[in-house]
């Protein structure tokens, strides 16, 4: 081969690494952009004041609206406490309850009120994201501490679920144990009757109305701790009700993590 030849081979050799380079990037191209696509065309909104955002799950301004679960709250079923000396809630102090233990992002006030409103009625499960982030940026450690085998949605009644279209825990859990990296399952326990709704019941109503309400339909043999998702805690009866079912089945131990909590006492 002469001194022309292998010029020209070379010449060849090097239009073909750019053309597949070439082509390697329109590739990536083509996927970044499809994979945009559906916040180019749907763009997040703030979940309380409903502006577009681009950068940001929640604007600055509303952020500070937002009340957080901090500390001192109490050890049981983590609603914030007042007093810093206090390690329990007074629900806690007088009743046992069947969970082991519970944390909640947001206190159920204000803005937080609205957005589960819009989050459960209004078919805004676009806000699952910045609830799912947030609860893992705050308990995700605690969450792994724990060494949950399975992270379970508090289930909807068939005709509940009909109705809205999606179970609200369903979305949150899921997204919450990806981005933990927790094992997720949405099929094992079920709500087997229709229950009237819970905000308008006293604690004795609520713990008769969720009699008999929840089954397991699966093998939890190999289960042994459990954490429950819900939306809102607020005497903890649904909680305890789905972990006494869940205890019933062998499991030892059940948490639970919810997006929002009332005041402690």
Known sequence: MNQNQIKTSHNRKKRSIHTENAGAKAQLFAQSFWRSMPRLLYPDRCPVCDRVLHAAWICPECAKKIRYIIQPFCYSCG??????????????????HVFCQGRAVFQYQGPVREMLYRYKYSNRRDYTEFFAREAAARYGSWVRQLDIDMVMPVPLSRKRKRRRGYNQADLFGKRFAQLCGLDYDAKKLVRIRHTAPQKQLSVQERKNNLKNAFKIDGNVVNLKRILLIDDIYTTGSTIDSAALVLKQSGIEDVFYLCISIGQGQ
């Open 79 to 96: 609603k914030r406490l007042d007093n810093e000396v206090q390690e329990y809630c007074h629900d806690c102090l007088c009743k046992k």
